[in-house]
């Protein structure tokens, strides 16, 4: 499936009001683009996980009265779903778009996950970006980057990811709205790819914990 970028008129998707009217112009107008960004993406992926990656648009079926802020797709190494796995998402919200490696709350790899990085804390954190941000939570725009968190913040970050139960993990960049390149398809996907790659041992990591 070709695709065409993103415009304003796409992030302006999240200021429409009311469940059944958002969800509708997200299922006309946002979800064919990621589905588009999905298919163009999967054979990166699963060349460089070295394994079959399958592609899970969100579909927010659970929602029933609050209108989703930030809508994404997801690839993961499961052709039944994502949310239990490590995986990798790139997504939209009002501000802009977003591309990160993510374990969240169903995932039983955290605290492995946590274990393994805090064990080779010396030789990964060194890999990741000053700009990429980090989340402790997929449900909300907060993020700090690595620059912000340094050594000592990531640390206990980690350490949170290891104990809480509900504590979530997410890793990547953010694109504002009105950056050139979100408009523009081809260098999207490398800026994703890229990141991607830039966040393999993260990825590796988790495996291990598994």
């Not at 805090?118 to 907060?142: A, G, M, Y």
């Not at 980057?145 to 993990?169: D, H, I, N, T």
């Amino acid at each position: 499936m070709t695709w065409t970028g993103f415009t304003s008129d796409d992030f302006d998707v999240f200021s429409i009001p009311g469940l059944e009217p958002r969800m509708d112009a997200l299922k006309q107008r946002i979800r064919p683009k990621l589905e588009g960004l999905g298919e163009a993406l999967q054979p990166h992926l699963t060349q460089q996980l070295g394994e079959e990656v399958f592609v899970h648009v969100a579909k927010h079926a659970r929602r029933t009265v609050h209108p989703p802020d930030e809508t994404w797709v997801a690839w993961a190494a499961n052709k039944r779903g994502y949310k239990a796995h490590p995986h990798f998402q790139a997504g939209l919200r009002q501000s802009g778009l977003f591309a990160m490696f993510a374990l969240i709350y169903e995932c039983k790899q955290k605290s492995g996950f946590a274990a393994n990085f805090l064990e080779q804390f010396d030789e990964i954190f060194p890999l990741l970006p000053d700009h990429f941000v980090v989340s402790k939570d997929h449900t909300r725009p907060e993020v700090a980057s690595v620059k912000e968190l340094g050594p000592e913040g990531m640390r206990e970050v980690l350490e949170r990811l290891r104990q809480v139960k509900k504590a979530e993990f997410l890793c990547g960049i953010q694109l504002d709205r009105k950056d050139d390149i979100v408009r523009d398809p081809a260098a999207l996907e490398t800026r994703i790819r890229e990141t991607f790659q830039t966040l393999d041992p993260l990825y590796r990591l988790a495996i291990a914990a598994q």
